[in-house]
DNA sequence: GTCCCGTCAGACAACGTTGTCATGTAGAAG
DNA sequence: CTTCTACATGACAACGTTGTCTGACGGGAC
């Protein structure tokens, strides 16, 4: 293994000019600085993570945490992450945190408090619900790790976050069904405390109020974001006389879902019930019919996260960007969604 | 931060002790042990991950690499391999190296040597295609990395390896097609030059011949595991006059895609047309209709893959197991299957 | 000519742990 | 009673890097 001493005896300088080289750092005269870039150059050589990290007390490594790693949402985010992570030199580590149950904050202190003692991460990507807790944020941001949020606002100066505007998206998903002549609309939520949850059902509500349309209670049924309960709120929604002629799930998975509730009770989509679902996940296109529905960056999330926490710790030089992001996102046009009888 | 400096002086013994405690090591007294492992608690200590990984030359890192992240396949053996991870007190870093290209094996060193470098992972885990090259795997040996293999027999005697047999279960997919009648049976291969392509293949011809019926190249078709090749392959199986009445795809994924391909020729199953998938993946019990299909237990590819490891670099002390180990599969029976016409 | 300051480079210590070696003790074997 | 061995403990150095400090040099202001 080559060592810095290896590069400062070939490059005929001392360790420590090397490590301002290799570190950028200024007073290093450019004649030299080339010397030994090159020495480092013909040598291999590359700094050992293990001893840089000790002595500096940064980790070069960005944690994603979620509560499940087998959503295509968080891998897609994770995807994203590695991107720049492998880019920028950066290691992704992944850690999982099931069934936070009635106090999340103190589930998360528990969990990460010991590993931040051995080896802290630089920054930490927190995808929904986590990003919605504030206080974890809070907690982190105290400890002395950068956080980025994902999908959710942050309330924090200090905390990063970057998203796409959820209310718009459910308005244009639910103008789209109004446009088609529904009138009559279900709704199936998702996880409750997540803002998502909230802005997607207000989008709806919204695009209802504006067409003078009548916001029946009995038209919305709750939902967890995953097949399964789609599959329940679907059943639900359809199997009976004064079923809606269209049905919002708020992501993909539950729309899949209430596909199959639709074979179940001899109902087939987009002839018998419009369906739209949300995110544009791998599913929405592996559907029959294929789903429309609204596409998240969810990869662009990931890259765009990680690149502003590597800019905070490396002590972004420009202006302090504004903390909260928000994406484009795009209506997908797919078969779905039909006229209303 | 509290050190081991600090544990030594609250326990009022010398820090190699406490290391020797912290590390199980023998030759410490009970009564010292415990005096030491209770300062320890008392203090919350927690050794730092970078001096000791400076010092021991080990890293208390497990990488999975693959060539892709957004597969359900490579997603669950990621959720088996952290949760032995977390538990083990291990790191788990995830890579991906696309397109590798006519040389993989150059194009994983041109990758993967810097990071040796840096940060050597105690462990890799290979997933297909990578576990399929052996260069791969014996050039990581070589460089003093413990590797494990998922999905494909190892070759290497240093090199771990776990799966299914996927010959005996592709015999069963097969088997069960035969006995509902069906004596035309369309496949469609996965990725070439993997293992698991081969012997799933080898399980269908081979059930053909143990029933006396014609191997019909023509009822063949190239694929790639994911989806759009699956509806690729569906369509030219299905569009013609004299076609199968059964089809078996390589994967899930695929065979999800020959279910759309059925429905754009207007062709439902298992009305028209029975159809088995491979993996259990989460689309299967997404479709509609739901996927008949062999599960393989890939969270526990990822788990014994993980601890096999693990107990590599701790010094086995037990008996050397068989590098090649076989897990159970089993045939999940949904709705997609029918009785020939 | 003197003083000061900015630039540039190196010597040295320090980060927190583990490997190596030396030393001490107690019990068994001779 | 001596010698040997196995067990127990500690002192010290080392891992490869970066932070701190010191010093040399050159140029501009007085």
Redesign the interface.
């Known amino acids: ?2 060592t810095m001493l290896d590069v400062a005896q070939r490059a005929g300088v001392s360790v420590k000019t090397v490590s301002r080289v290799i570190n950028n750092e200024p007073y290093v005269q450019d004649a030299l600085r080339e010397r030994v870039k090159t020495a480092a150059r013909d040598l ?8 840089r ?2 002595r500096s007390r940064r ?1 070069y490594q960005i944690q994603l945490i979620s509560h499940i ?2 959503t ?1 949402y968080v ?2 985010i ?2 994203g992450a ?1 991107q720049t992570c ?1 880019a920028e030199g950066y ?6 945190l099931p069934d936070c149950g009635d106090d999340p904050v103190d589930a998360f202190r528990q969990r990460f408090e ?2 931040l ?3 802290k991460p630089d920054g930490v990507i927190l995808v929904p619900p986590f990003a919605d807790i504030d206080g974890i944020g809070a907690w982190l941001t105290q400890q002395g790790v950068a956080v980025a949020k994902i999908g959710a606002q942050s309330t924090l100066d200090s905390v990063f976050s970057v998203r796409i505007d959820e209310f718009a998206a459910a308005r244009d998903l639910t103008s789209l069904l109004v446009e088609h002549g529904h009138r009559r609309i279900g709704f199936i939520r998702g996880r409750e405390n997540e803002s998502a949850t909230e802005e997607r059902f207000r989008g709806y509500r919204s695009v209802l109020g504006d067409h003078g349309l009548p916001f029946e209670e009995g038209l919305v049924t709750p939902g967890t974001f995953d ?1 399964a309960s789609g599959v329940e709120g679907g059943v639900r929604l359809l199997d009976r006389a004064d079923r809606p002629t269209a049905v919002f799930a708020s992501n993909d ?1 539950m729309a ?2 209430v ?2 509730a639709g ?1 179940r009770l001899g109902l087939v989509a987009p002839r018998d019930f419009s369906i739209v679902g949300f995110d544009d996940s ?2 929405a ?4 019919p ?1 789903l429309t529905t609204v596409r998240q960056p969810v990869l662009a999330f990931g890259t765009v996260a990680t690149t502003e926490l590597i800019r905070t710790f490396e002590g972004a030089p420009g202006a302090s960007e504004p903390p909260n992001r928000i994406l484009d996102h795009c209506l997908v046009l797919r078969d779905s969604v039909s006229a209303a009888p």
């Open positions: 293994m080559t291999g050589y590359v700094p050992s993570a293990s001893a990290s000790l980790s790693m087998t295509p891998h897609a994770q995807a590695m492998q290691q992704l580590l992944v850690a999982v010991p590993q003692a051995t080896k097949f998975d899949a879902g596909i199959v074979h791998a599913i296109e592996k559907t029959w294929a």
